[in-house]
């Protein structure tokens, strides 16, 4: 008989393995929250192809809506069980309690893609007539979800760049009249596609300065760049963290998913909101994702080691004019920005962006000529990508903000994979000698 259930045996799983030692994240995704006996021994999770659950009892099911439904609290030694897929899952609730590992969240929900998951944040921390400040630059689908959606709806925004000082950002927020409505501030750090850097911290600063007995100013943090290896927002006061579990947590271009984690309290908020939408991840997303999480480490740790050889290759060749990468951070010509990357980063990454000494159509002879790496938006994935953000990913930002952020027509970017680095060095070489 083929049963699980997710919640109770991550509590067994949990306390067999604190027992004796409190393993590292790499080495509780192969078995974490997953229990053999109780699917047949299979050593991988199974896929939970299945829509509904059979429950034992009707009283059995009345208590699991009651739960679900939030109409009364869990009893203390109560577990959630398994009623519908669009509430609840096998792979889903296995996957969420794996991902909480990395970033030490206390809950976490995943969602068909990462817009599903950010617009689901936007969704419920933001009302009409709430104000919503966001860093720039950001992915442009998030650009284009704030700037055509929210304000449809009534939301107040405004943005700040990469750069800002705490005081100006405050400044901004009190001039703009909507001061007493700040309900979120959203963040991209490291930013898409320039690497600009935003102190979480100062973020939450800024956050609690405006927040009142009444009402708590939170802290979103897109931090799909880094992956949950190299930056955990919520050690520095981010009260949620997204992810577009598309790139590194799937990291083999062939799934489509996103992700948030949090406080418990606040989870629970996003989890009901996700039911009633219904852009919850489904098993077979769940599944890939698990099979990923065990290969995340080595996968994130190979692709930043290449990564370095990249760009010190790009830093030094004539055809390149400037390179934006985290370990080229001068604590001497920018300690504001080197203090933050101290503070906040384990990691360099394996994102590269770089500005061509030319303009489109120099940047566009060298992205027709690449043989190794592919011509694609996304990253993070084992294959390395480049693409063109003014062109591509940001093209609907205007050129005005795309200019005052970087985001020209000669910048490329790049997202290095796990070939040998040397090859990877060979063919950008040889695209740019085709300029």
Same mark, same amino acid.
């Given at each position: 008989?083929?049963?699980?259930?997710?919640?109770?045996?991550?509590?067994?799983?949990?306390?067999?393995?604190?027992?004796?030692?409190?393993f590292k994240p790499e080495s509780l995704m192969m078995s974490y929250g997953y229990k053999p006996e109780l699917s047949e021994g299979a050593i991988k999770c199974p896929?939970?192809?299945?829509?509904?659950?059979?429950?034992?009892?009707? +009283?059995?099911?009345?208590? $699991?809506?009651?739960?679900?439904?939030?109409? #009364?609290?869990?009893?203390?030694?109560?577990?959630?069980? /398994?009623?519908?897929?669009?509430?609840?899952?096998?792979?889903?609730?296995?996957?969420?309690?794996?991902?909480?590992?990395?970033?030490?969240?206390?809950?976490?929900?995943? $969602?068909?893609?990462?817009?599903?998951?950010? *617009?689901?944040?936007?969704?419920?921390?933001?009302?009409?007539?709430? /104000?919503?400040?966001?860093? *720039?630059?950001?992915?442009?689908?998030?650009?284009?979800?704030? &700037?055509?959606? /929210?304000? &449809?709806?009534?939301?107040?925004?405004?943005?700040? #760049?990469?750069?800002?000082?705490?005081?100006?950002?405050?400044?901004?927020?009190?001039?703009?009249?909507?001061?007493?409505?700040?309900?979120?501030?959203?963040?991209?750090?490291?930013? =898409?596609?320039?690497?600009?850097?935003?102190?979480?911290?100062?973020?939450?600063?800024?956050?609690?300065?405006?927040?009142?007995?009444?009402?708590?100013?939170?802290?979103?943090?897109? =931090? @799909?760049?880094?992956?949950?290896?190299? +930056?955990?927002?919520? +050690?520095?006061?981010?009260?949620?963290?997204?992810?577009?579990?598309?790139?590194?947590?799937?990291?083999?271009?062939?799934?489509?998913?996103?992700?948030?984690?949090?406080?418990?309290?606040?989870? @629970?908020?996003?989890?009901?909101?996700?039911?009633?939408?219904?852009?919850?991840? !489904?098993?077979?997303? !769940?599944?890939?994702?698990? #099979?990923?999480?065990?290969?995340?480490?080595?996968?994130?740790?190979? +692709?930043?080691?290449?990564?370095?050889?990249?760009?010190?290759?790009?830093?030094?060749?004539?055809?390149?004019?400037?390179?934006?990468?985290?370990?080229?951070?001068?604590?001497?010509?920018?300690?504001? =920005?080197?203090?933050?990357?101290?503070?906040?980063?384990?990691?360099?990454?394996?994102?590269?962006?770089f500005d061509i000494r030319g303009g489109e159509e120099e940047a566009f002879r060298f992205l027709n000529n690449l043989k190794l790496i592919k011509l694609a938006v996304?990253?993070?994935?084992?294959?390395?990508?480049?693409?063109?953000?003014?062109?591509?990913?940001?093209?609907?930002?205007?050129?005005?903000?795309?200019?005052?952020?970087?985001?020209?027509?000669?910048?490329?970017?790049?997202?290095?994979?796990?070939?040998?680095?040397?090859?990877?060095?060979?063919?950008?070489?040889?695209?740019?000698?085709?300029?």
């Amino acid at each position: 008989m083929l049963l699980l259930d997710c919640t109770g045996i991550h509590t067994l799983i949990k306390v067999d393995y604190m027992k004796s030692r409190e393993f590292k994240p790499e080495s509780l995704m192969m078995s974490y929250g997953y229990k053999p006996e109780l699917s047949e021994g299979a050593i991988k999770c199974p896929i939970f192809q299945t829509s509904t659950f059979v429950f034992k009892t009707a +009283q059995e099911g009345k208590a $699991f809506f009651e739960v679900a439904y939030g109409h #009364r609290e869990k009893l203390p030694t109560e577990e959630l069980g /398994l009623i519908y897929s669009r509430l609840n899952n096998p792979d889903l609730e296995i996957l969420e309690n794996r991902l909480t590992l990395w970033d030490k969240a206390e809950d976490c929900a995943v $969602f068909e893609s990462g817009m599903s998951a950010i *617009s689901t944040v936007f969704m419920e921390f933001l009302k009409p007539g709430d /104000l919503l400040v966001y860093s *720039s630059p950001l992915y442009g689908g998030t650009d284009h979800f704030i &700037k055509h959606f /929210l304000t &449809k709806f009534g939301v107040n925004i405004l943005g700040f #760049r990469a750069g800002e000082s705490t005081e100006d950002i405050v400044k901004l927020i009190d001039n703009s009249g909507f001061s007493d409505k700040l309900a979120l501030i959203y963040v991209e750090t490291p930013a =898409n596609p320039t690497n600009a850097l935003i102190d979480i911290e100062a973020c939450k600063k800024i956050a609690d300065h405006f927040s009142d007995v009444e009402r708590q100013v939170l802290v979103a943090v897109d =931090n @799909t760049y880094m992956g949950p290896l190299w +930056q955990h927002p919520l +050690q520095h006061g981010a009260d949620l963290v997204v992810y577009s579990a598309t790139k590194y947590i799937g990291g083999h271009s062939d799934v489509i998913a996103g992700a948030c984690l949090g406080s418990k309290a606040l989870m @629970t908020r996003v989890k009901t909101l996700r039911t009633f939408l219904g852009n919850m991840a !489904g098993p077979w997303t !769940g599944w890939l994702l698990m #099979r990923s999480l065990e290969t995340l480490k080595p996968r994130m740790e190979l +692709q930043a080691s290449n990564a370095t050889h990249v760009a010190s290759f790009l830093k030094n060749h004539p055809k390149v004019e400037k390179v934006y990468y985290l370990g080229f951070i001068d604590p001497e010509t920018d300690p504001v =920005n080197y203090d933050i990357y101290q503070r906040q980063y384990d990691c360099d990454g394996a994102m590269i962006s770089f500005d061509i000494r030319g303009g489109e159509e120099e940047a566009f002879r060298f992205l027709n000529n690449l043989k190794l790496i592919k011509l694609a938006v996304s990253l993070g994935s084992t294959e390395s990508l480049a693409e063109h953000p003014a062109t591509m990913t940001h093209v609907d930002v205007s050129k005005e903000d795309r200019d005052a952020m970087s985001i020209t027509s000669k910048l490329i970017r790049l997202s290095i994979g796990v070939e040998n680095s040397d090859d990877i060095i060979w063919d950008i070489e040889q695209a740019l000698d085709c300029i």
